[in-house]
């Protein structure tokens, strides 16, 4: 009996005791990424291990980016938050963790790789679904979670909000057809990837409104011969953003490697790796080549159409908002 | 009383899914002295349904068990090995995977010794002394049965949380309580505060005062008394206690998913662990690890059956 116990004693005796490094990060991060900071950061230990000598090791957090926000809020001693969106870090921002400027800490509103929202539809396309008009029709189930908790929701939200105001020319109609998108909703999941399970796995709905790169992981990880990826031509340019907590960086004496572990985003091999992994380069040379991986889409701002995170947030997600007023309806 | 007309009718339901158990098993401990002198005549009284109403009964429960509980399992152990003996074994051994073993085994023991200790203390005073706010104290036992696992955890996110009651005063001091193993603690031993207690407290109660009063007249400190005749009384039904603590703080999921921060390869469980993988389309990994829970469930299941047994013979023995 000992005799069987004791390898497995011994495995959970050496995972204890697996080799400090130099430097521990913690980044909080959203759900979709998870595989992305995988190779992220093996990447930038090697790099930052060839450059200082220094070994680094990176913990990953991942869920929904609201409640990563506000666990970090509560404690959690994130040293960088890679969240879904720009109000998340800012609600860490008010609470005094990170500085009120840090969109313009780094290039390109400290979004170093951008994604949009498409359409995943089962294989055949059954519903015809070719743009954002076709979600409203009568027995075509969408399924998107919910952007009350997640922080993809709120870009697919904003993403047919914007596409109706761009189309209709007032934000009247723009709201009629949102509560139209939302009544062919049949459950709104807490995520972005619980609903893409809801969707892949459970079978349930004709068509998940997803982040590009997830649409592109779930027809990796099931086959193009399930799923087929439709992207309408015109949807929103999402940033999902990046900061140092410098609160808690401060205190753990991480800042540098973690001002460089961000930084690295910005090279070449980073921009390659967000290219791999179907999220929208930033870097021009990086984006040309990986043209033909990502559909042709006209791609409209949050700043555009909503002047900023802040005021959407207030407009549409705040409690009695627009998304409380249509989905109540 | 109510909790011990609660326990009794909880064994009942259980038992009734086992048709053959000799009814004498199958009465709750505090019937069973009433109830002894009768068996034959109830068992008899049993039979007087019809044969294709007790067959029909009898098919009904099977098939029940099948669906909810037989399906499951065998589902959860298929898709573990469904890419063979080595990608199982593969998937425990990730450092993920020992982590979040090492993690759970590291928090049951904690919950569980530190719970074994109150329940005694608790059912020890409310079952030998009689005091004001006795109906109190064992009400709050109960709460933790009560509270949904979700709101218990966030209790500890306000109370120890950085913006929460002692928030400003840990992290001046450094301390990590929440997102960290004493965090996951708490919330653990929160939710099964109540296993060992409840499952002392009947049994003290039936028992009595009349040995320990014997003891101390003979002269027996009060030490003595509890670890030479309190304590092999209640043997049996402590281990029952434990054992369900024990597998509900290696099963939790959520109150600790509240304050586990859920770092990878730090503040994962394996019920925690188990959600991740099937989300992240790792369905082997997942199910590998779901069934370690559920070879847990299997022996649990085992030794508190071994335990009841003894529980009754015990309890026979001494009513002679």
């Given amino acids: 009996m000992v005799r069987r116990i004791l390898p497995l004693v011994a495995g959970l005796l050496w995972a204890s005791s697996a080799l400090a490094a130099d430097y521990s990060l913690l980044n909080v991060s959203y759900d979709p990424t998870r595989e992305l900071y995988v190779d992220f950061n093996k990447a930038f230990a090697a790099a930052y291990q060839k450059e200082t000598g220094k070994t680094v090791e990176i913990k990953q957090s991942h869920g929904g980016s609201g409640s990563q926000a506000r666990a970090v809020i509560d404690g959690l001693q994130a040293d960088v938050v890679t969240l879904a969106l720009a109000y998340d870090v800012d609600a860490v921002a008010a609470k005094g963790l990170i500085a009120p400027d840090w969109q313009k800490r780094l290039p390109q509103n400290a979004a170093p790789y951008t994604s949009t929202i498409v359409f995943l539809v089962r294989k055949g396309n059954p519903k015809g679904i070719k743009d954002w008009d076709d979600l409203i029709k009568p027995g075509v189930a969408v399924i998107t979670p919910n952007p009350k908790t997640s922080g993809g929701a709120r870009w697919n939200y904003l993403a047919a909000w914007g596409y109706a105001q761009k189309k209709f020319g007032s934000a009247d109609k723009a709201k009629k057809f949102v509560a139209d998108l939302y009544q062919n909703v049949p459950v709104l999941d807490t995520g972005a990837r619980g609903s893409t399970v809801t969707f892949v796995e459970r079978g349930v709905g004709d068509v998940l409104l997803a982040w590009e790169n997830e649409a592109f992981l779930a027809q990796r990880e099931f086959g193009k011969d399930k799923f087929e990826i439709v992207s309408p031509p015109l949807s929103i340019l999402a940033e999902p953003p990046l900061a140092v907590v410098d609160a808690i960086a401060d205190k753990k004496g991480t800042k540098a490697v973690a001002e460089a572990y961000l930084k690295y985003w910005y090279t070449r091999e980073g921009q390659e790796i967000a290219a791999r992994n179907s999220y929208r380069p930033r870097d021009p040379e990086i984006a040309k080549e990986y043209e033909k991986s990502f559909a042709k889409v006209e791609l409209f701002t949050i700043d555009d159409v909503f002047g900023g995170w802040t005021k959407a947030q207030k407009e549409h997600f705040a409690e009695g908002g627009m998304f409380d007023q249509i989905y109540k309806n | ?320």
């Fill in chain 2, 1 to 320: 009383m109510s909790l011990q007309s609660n326990l009794a009718s909880s064994t009942t339901q259980l038992r009734a899914y086992a048709p053959k158990t000799d009814l004498n098993v199958a009465s709750p401990p505090s019937q069973r002295e009433r109830v002894r002198p009768h068996t034959a005549a109830s068992k008899r009284d049993l039979r007087t349904e019809p044969r294709p109403i007790r067959f029909l009964i009898v098919a009904l429960a099977l098939l029940f068990l099948t669906v909810f509980v037989v399906l499951p399992l065998v589902v959860v152990f298929a898709s573990a090995f469904s890419r063979g003996i080595s990608a199982y074994f593969a998937a425990l051994s990730e450092p993920e995977a020992l982590s979040a073993i090492q993690l759970t085994l590291l928090i049951a023991a904690i919950s569980v010794s530190l719970n074994l200790i109150f329940g005694v203390i608790a059912a020890w005073a409310i079952s030998k002394f009689d005091f004001a706010g006795k109906t109190f104290l064992i009400t709050l036992i109960d709460l933790p049965f009560s509270v949904s696992p979700v709101i218990s955890g966030l209790v500890f996110v306000l109370l120890f949380g950085a913006q929460g009651f002692f928030g400003t005063w840990l992290q001046a001091h450094n301390i990590h309580i929440l997102f960290a193993v004493p965090g996951i603690a708490l919330a653990t031993i929160f939710v099964t505060f109540p296993f060992v207690a409840r499952a002392l407290i009947p049994l003290m109660q039936e028992q009595g005062t009349q040995e320990e009063e014997a003891a101390i007249s003979l002269g027996a400190s009060g030490l003595q008394t509890f670890f030479r005749v309190t304590l092999p009384n209640i043997k049996w039904g402590l281990l029952y206690g434990v054992l369900l603590c024990n597998a509900r703080a290696m099963g939790e999921f959520g109150a600790v998913s509240v304050v586990s921060g859920h770092i990878r390869g730090q503040t994962n469980t394996m019920p925690l662990l188990v959600e991740i993988l099937y989300n992240e389309y790792q369905f082997v990994a997942s199910f590998a690890i779901a069934s370690l829970l559920a070879m847990l469930a299997l022996i649990t299941l085992v030794v508190k059956t071994i335990l009841e047994r003894r529980l009754d013979e015990g309890q026979i023995v001494s009513d002679d």
